[in-house]
């Protein structure tokens, strides 16, 4: 691997792509720890907001440690993630969308730009969100009502800058900007959660927490990297004066189609509403709202329930978004390839959707055990929210670290480099 490392760093292109991906990311970090307008320093210098309860480790996890620090990034790229979710279900819901869909770059091109005005419109209301839950808190109590408006307006500049940095990755550096983003914010957060986990943990419950990582990165490798290959037969055929040569090969379907997106879409649709009940009640234990974010708290049950099954839909749903298997059934009945056993065409759509139904189930209900076992595991171990997000941030890691690998071995097998995953 470090072989691979040093090829890619020789190559002018890849190395620039490289060192492009950590500046924005460096960029990144360095607005978590810019303070917004109007924070004096003694609330610089206590808790965060808040104290420690889980709601607000969780969010704090998201925005790696901005929400904490009452930082120009305290959003994160949430809202973004959130104006992506809604878009995306509005994608398959709108004729107009997906007409838009279908026109290719100059349509996908149009879609993203609503993500950006939506992302816009989530950013205004979570900032005036955020703003209030401050103010409860006791950051902006003297505050006048155009600091605030600063304020606002600062915090969604933040979410958009953020936006743009994603962005920025994904066209002119290496990987998925935005998942990117949100690794290196859950990773800026591993030492805090280490340093947490000796200090109040025992050497037996380090262990046993170190065993279990082991075997769940393990697992998650394993389940992103299954498949199953579904045969493909080749006909003889005549293509003008020329003679195709039948053969036999397969069709990839892998177990996780949708890879670390389903556990982002339902980490982020989950913490919207309950943090704008959470903020909006204004820190009354007796309000409504209040209530409602306590329901739906991250170690509560209901939590917990409702998250396992938005990823599993998501999953189905991303699922059918990336595999059309009509489509691709045309394609092999157009090409003259069919599936032995099945006849071409409808049968054979009919026979790729069964199988990726029943693959997909798989793959969606590990990735709902490997999100939702770390938050019962913690409470018997006495950790409280020590490992909180222990499941959800290795999924995310590890899903987004592969995928980077993968196009970096991509990158280096075009240019006859020894790359990551493979060996000869």
Do not use: C
Not at 273 to 279: G, N
Not at 301 to 320: G, V
Not at 394 to 414: A, H, K, N, P
Request: charged share 10%; hydrophobic share 50%.
């Amino acid at each position: 691997m470090l072989g691979s490392l040093a090829n890619a760093w020789k190559i002018p292109e890849l190395r620039q792509k490289l060192l492009f991906t950590a500046m924005i990311l460096a960029l990144y970090r360095l607005g978590a720890y810019i303070p917004l307008p109007g924070i004096s320093p003694q609330t610089l210098s206590g808790a965060g907001p808040g104290g420690n309860n889980s709601l607000t480790s969780l969010f704090s996890a998201f925005t790696g440690g901005a929400f904490s620090n009452y930082a120009i990034f305290s959003l994160g790229i949430m809202p973004y993630i959130t104006a992506a979710i809604v878009m995306q279900l509005m994608t398959v819901a709108i004729p107009r969308l997906q007409e838009l869909s279908k026109e290719g770059e100059a349509g996908q091109q149009k879609i993203t730009q609503y993500t950006r005005y939506f992302t816009l419109a989530l950013a205004v209301i979570q900032s005036i969100a955020i703003v209030f839950y401050f103010r409860a808190d006791g950051a902006l109590a003297g505050a006048s009502i155009l600091q605030l408006v600063v304020v606002v307006f600062t915090l969604t500049a933040g979410v958009m800058l953020t936006m743009w940095m994603g962005e920025l990755i994904s066209q002119r550096g290496l990987g998925n900007g935005i998942s990117l983003i949100i690794t290196a914010s859950i990773l800026s957060q591993a030492p805090q959660a280490v340093r947490a986990l000796i200090e109040n943990g025992s050497i037996l419950v380090i262990v046993v927490l170190a065993l279990l990582a082991v075997m769940i990165i393990a697992a998650i490798v394993f389940v992103n990297e299954g498949q199953r290959r579904i045969p493909i037969t080749y006909a003889k055929r005549q293509v003008g004066r020329r003679m195709s040569q039948g053969g036999t090969t397969y069709l990839p379907l892998k177990v996780n189609m949708a890879g670390v997106i389903p556990i982002i879409f339902a980490s982020s649709l989950l913490l919207f509403p309950v943090i704008l009940a959470e903020f909006a009640g204004g820190g009354d234990p007796d309000s409504l709202l209040t209530r409602i974010a306590g329901f739906f708290d991250p170690s509560s049950a209901p939590y917990l329930i409702l998250y396992a099954l938005l990823i599993i839909m998501f999953t189905y749903f991303y699922t059918a978004v990336q595999f059309n298997p009509v489509e691709h059934a045309d394609n092999l009945k157009k090409s003259g390839g069919y599936v032995p056993g099945i006849r071409p065409g409808q049968q054979t759509a009919l026979y790729l959707n069964n199988v990726l139904t029943r693959i997909t189930l798989f793959g969606a209900a590990f990735l709902a055990l490997v999100a939702v076992i770390p938050y019962i595991i913690s409470p018997l171990l006495g950790l409280g929210s020590t490992i909180l997000l222990g499941g959800t941030s290795m999924l995310i890691v590890v899903g987004v670290s592969l995928d980077t690998v993968r196009q970096l071995e991509s990158q280096l097998m075009m240019r006859n480099y020894e790359g990551f995953l493979k060996k000869r």
